[in-house]
């Protein structure tokens, strides 16, 4: 789905080939400031290769449009931002952002339960802890329903127990809509639980790839 030519990005990251595929699973994984987000960042062409070229589904991403990109290739960063607002408001914010059909309480509710947020859609945002804020992102990513989730660290503000719940949620989603996920992680129990493939980037190159049976 992404096939990387030669991409440099400044000295941050040398990457002479590198395939994702669609509906698979990749993850990265490697030290901090190793580049895994920049890797991110260059996929949701919030930046682009200094050396090389992306390409995205046959087509090199610099000749695509960055915003009809991110309507299918959208990413949830480290630290998503909450609006201030309500519950409702932040989950709506991506939709309206893209002009898109607001959905009913109903389908919002769901998406809650989806991301194990138990909060009325009246509730502020600003007052959930950082675990729920970041469900609630989640949850927000999830309405927009693009091919492609970008995935920074999806894990990283949830205990343990929440952690695996959320992510089974999210690899049950993706596999059954048949969505194809980028994901990074810190934890190698995560991405050897959850992940077709694995990447391990030190330095801005990859070590290796794994594929995981
Ligand atoms: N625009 C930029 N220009 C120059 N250097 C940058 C730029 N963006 C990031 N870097 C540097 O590139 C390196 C990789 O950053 P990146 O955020 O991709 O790492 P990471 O692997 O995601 O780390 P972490 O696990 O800590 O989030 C860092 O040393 C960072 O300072």
Redesign the pocket.
């Known amino acids: 789905m992404f096939e990387f030519l030669n991409v440099k990005?400044?000295?941050?990251?040398d990457l002479p080939t590198l395939n994702i595929g669609q509906e698979k699973i990749t993850t990265?994984i490697?030290?901090?400031?190793?580049?895994?987000?920049?890797?991110?960042?260059m996929l949701n062409k919030l930046?682009s290769p200094t050396q090389g070229k992306i390409i995205f589904k046959e087509t090199d991403l610099q000749q695509i449009n960055s915003v009809a990109h991110r309507r299918q290739v959208s990413m949830l960063s480290?630290n998503p931002a909450i609006f201030a607002g309500s519950i409702r408001d932040n989950l709506n914010a991506g939709l309206k952002f893209q002009e898109r059909e607001l959905p009913s309480d109903g389908v919002l509710n769901h998406i809650l339960e989806q991301v194990k947020l138990n909060k009325s859609l009246e509730s502020a945002a600003n007052t959930l802890s950082g675990g729920e804020k970041q469900r609630l992102a989640l949850g927000r990513l999830l309405l927009l329903n693009s091919e492609v989730y970008l995935l920074?660290?999806p894990s990283s503000a949830l205990d343990d127990e929440t952690e695996e719940i959320i992510i089974q949620m999210l690899t049950d989603h993706i596999k059954r809509e048949k969505k194809t996920i980028v994901m990074?992680t810190?934890s190698k129990a995560i991405a050897q639980k959850y992940s077709d493939i694995i990447i391990e980037?030190s330095k801005?190159k990859m070590l290796k790839s794994e594929v995981q049976l």
């Open positions: 990005y400044k000295d941050v990251l990265f490697g030290p901090s400031g190793s580049g895994k987000t920049t890797i991110l960042k930046i480290q920074d660290e990074v810190h980037i801005g």
